[in-house]
Antibody, heavy 121, light 110 residues
């Protein structure tokens, strides 16, 4: 059974750098999957942040691209998210997710439980 | 950039009824790369369909996904109590890769 678990600080101060890690079990992060981060502000909808492949190739949401970096650690079966210059608008539940892809059709088939990150002074 | 508009914003139905949820894209979606997710309070989203109509593992056949071009539909043939949740559609685009979610439809018990 594939499982993903987010970890990181729950509370941050404005202008700081958010760092989250997603630990994967039940699947090798070196397999032919993409891995994504998605966030959801309290009471609002879902926003895709970015995706990364085991090679380290990453794609980011254009609206966040200037502040986002994703990295992958194949030896630890983990991937991570770094978001700089955070503000209250970055307060959200952050999810990591695994992709499924069949004949070009994609979806996020496994998700972590999510971790709430609050940005407040 | 494509905008996904889901309608209605909320839907109030009774168990046993049929639910029809719409997702309209502002421009044609290449390859019908649309996914649907179900999200219950306090839980992560759950994948229902990808590629508009490919059912994800473990999804009951009372759920169906359809559509092409700009109009996509999620249908629940006979609502069960556990189906009341928020449903999101998502479009996947390539070059560059990006994923856009609709704003969601809240399905409530009447």
């Amino acid at each position: 059974q594939v499982q993903l678990q987010e970890s990181g600080p729950g509370l941050m101060k404005p202008s700081g750098t958010l760092s989250l890690t997603c630990t994967v079990s039940g699947a090798s992060i070196s397999s032919n999957y993409w891995w994504s981060w998605v966030r959801q502000p309290p009471g609002k909808g879902l926003e895709w942040i970015g995706e990364i492949y085991h090679s380290g190739t990453a794609n980011y949401n254009p609206s966040l691209q200037s502040r986002v970096t994703m990295l992958i650690d194949n030896s630890k079966n983990q991937f991570s998210l770094r978001l700089t210059s955070v503000t209250a608008a970055d307060t959200a539940v952050y999810y990591c997710a695994k992709h499924i892809e069949v004949l070009g059709k994609r979806g996020f088939d496994y998700w972590g439980q999510g971790t709430l990150v609050t940005v407040s002074s | 950039e494509i905008v996904l508009t889901q309608s209605p914003g909320s839907l109030s139905l009774s168990p046993g009824e049929r639910a029809t949820l719409s997702c309209r894209a502002s421009q044609s979606v290449t390859g019908n790369y649309v996914a649907w997710f179900q999200q219950k309070p306090g839980q992560a989203p759950r994948l229902l369909f990808y590629g508009a109509s490919s059912r994800a593992t473990g999804i009951p056949d009372r759920f169906s996904g359809s559509g092409s071009g700009t109009d996509f539909t999620l249908t629940i043939s006979r609502l069960e109590p556990e189906d009341f949740a928020v449903y999101y559609c998502q479009q996947y685009a390539t070059s560059p890769a990006r994923y856009i979610f609709g704003q969601g439809t809240k399905l409530e018990i009447k």
